[in-house]
């Protein structure tokens, strides 16, 4: 199963981005999508979660400004960034846990998408 992310870019303190991450290939079924960030120096981190369910779950530096989604027709899973801020700066990764047909399961992440959040 293959991501592609994309919708990052250069954005202003205050301003907002949308990312998206399109899964293709042999998806039998998809359970928990998600966005994790990795600024330069650090390890990668969780941003944000949703399972099949619909359950979210968000690290705490981004409650209240961003929001994921999923289309599970699309195979797509969404980040909403709004008041973005200089420390959001970071190359952000989806991934996604799922089962493809065959009923093996996969565990796959996309090439990265980089956010820079500057005046």
């Known amino acids: 199963v293959q991501l592609q992310a994309s919708g990052g870019g250069l954005v202003q303190p205050g301003g907002s981005l949308r990312l998206s991450c399109a899964a293709s290939g042999t998806i039998f079924s998809m359970n928990t999508m998600g966005w994790y960030r990795q600024a330069p120096g650090e390890q990668r981190v969780l941003v944000a979660t949703v399972t099949n369910g619909g359950n979210t779950n968000y690290a705490d530096s981004v409650k209240g400004r961003f929001t994921i989604s999923r289309d599970n027709a699309k195979n797509t899973v969404y980040l909403q960034m709004n008041n973005l801020k200089p420390e959001d700066t970071a190359v952000y990764y989806c991934?996604?846990?799922?089962?493809?047909?065959?009923?093996?399961?996969?565990?796959?992440w996309g090439q990265g998408t980089q956010v820079t959040v500057s005046s």
């Open positions: 991934n996604i846990l799922g089962v493809q047909i065959g009923f093996r399961p996969f565990n796959s």
